[in-house]
Nanobody, 123 residues
Framework: QLQLVESGGGKVQPGGSLKLSCAAS????????LGWFRQAPGQVREAVSC????????DYADSVKGRFTISRDNAKNTVYLQMNNLRPEDTAVYYC????????????????WGQGTQVTVSS
């Protein structure tokens, strides 16, 4: 199981921005497709975005296209999620994941998860 640590969550007003980070300390993330998922209260966990190991390919849920940007810095062993123009419906716990399938940002056997970071969008 790979150990991942998210940071950057918080409370923001509608229209605001947050940048989430996810880092690993004991292994290299550079080999893996990485992703961000979120889970709102009473809802199933859903894929938000994913990025290939080289960073050349990305994918986004329709609900966040044009507002969120995923990126990675393999030298810093970190993946990011820049979230702009946040909406109340973006409120959720956000999780990063390593070792997922790029096709549909799909969870597979062996996917590792971070502990999650809360994002709250409210006025």
């Amino acid at each position: 199981q790979l150990q991942l640590v998210e940071s950057g969550g918080g409370k923001v007003q509608p229209g605001g921005s947050l940048k989430l980070s996810c880092a690993a300390s004991r292994f290299s993330l550079s080999y893996y497709t990485l992703g961000w998922f979120r889970q709102a209260p009473g809802q199933v966990r859903e894929a938000v975005s994913c990025i290939s190991s080289s960073g050349s390919s990305t994918d986004y849920a329709d609900s966040v296209k044009g507002r969120f940007t995923i990126s990675r810095d393999n030298a810093k062993n970190t993946v990011y999620l820049q979230m702009n123009n946040l909406r109340p419906e973006d409120t959720a716990v956000y999780y990063c994941a390593a070792r997922i399938a790029m096709d549909g940002c799909t969870v597979v056997s062996g996917t590792s998860w971070g502990q999650g970071t809360q994002v709250t969008v409210s006025s």
